[in-house]
């Protein structure tokens, strides 16, 4: 069926949105020879959200691995979360327990861990802090000395 569509501008997006929450609203015996309507509808929002999110990841992995810099960057937010997968693992801890430890929500916790994110200082500190690990040596020594 996404073969025969194509993908929705922004505004037509919307309109389409706009729309099946009009259809929506109707009553049910109005609503329904408005089905297949309706239905195409939800077809073409989906089609432009998968299309426009998947657009999002290749330009999101092909700017992070732009520059050496960059690239670093990025292993190094894979590490911390890699760090902090096995000590929940290691510590018996699902991402719902884990979620609600931290006061975060489960997708929250799942972001952190899946997709290279971009931890704040203070988050960090309080993960090393509730899991009792370290992420970050924060001794007074410099590298090479």
């Not at 092909?62 to 000590?87: S, Y």
């Amino acid at each position: 069926m996404e073969s025969n569509q194509s993908i929705l501008t922004k505004e037509e997006y919307e309109a389409a949105l706009s729309r099946i929450y009009e259809l929506m609203q109707l009553e049910i015996e109005l609503l329904l020879p408005l089905a297949n309507e309706l239905e195409a509808l939800v077809d073409q929002v989906e089609l432009y959200k998968k299309h426009t999110f998947r657009m999002f990841d290749i330009l999101e992995a092909f700017l992070a691995l732009g520059t050496p810099k960059e690239q670093a960057r990025v292993d190094a937010r894979m590490m911390l979360a890699a760090k902090i997968d096995d000590a929940l693992k290691a510590k018996g801890l699902g991402l719902k327990q884990f979620a609600e430890m931290m006061g975060e929500r489960p997708s929250v916790i799942k972001e952190w861990l899946s997709r290279g994110h971009n931890f704040r200082v203070d988050t960090l500190a309080d993960v090393q802090r509730v899991l009792r690990i370290r992420l970050l040596d924060l001794n007074d020594q410099q590298e090479g000395t």
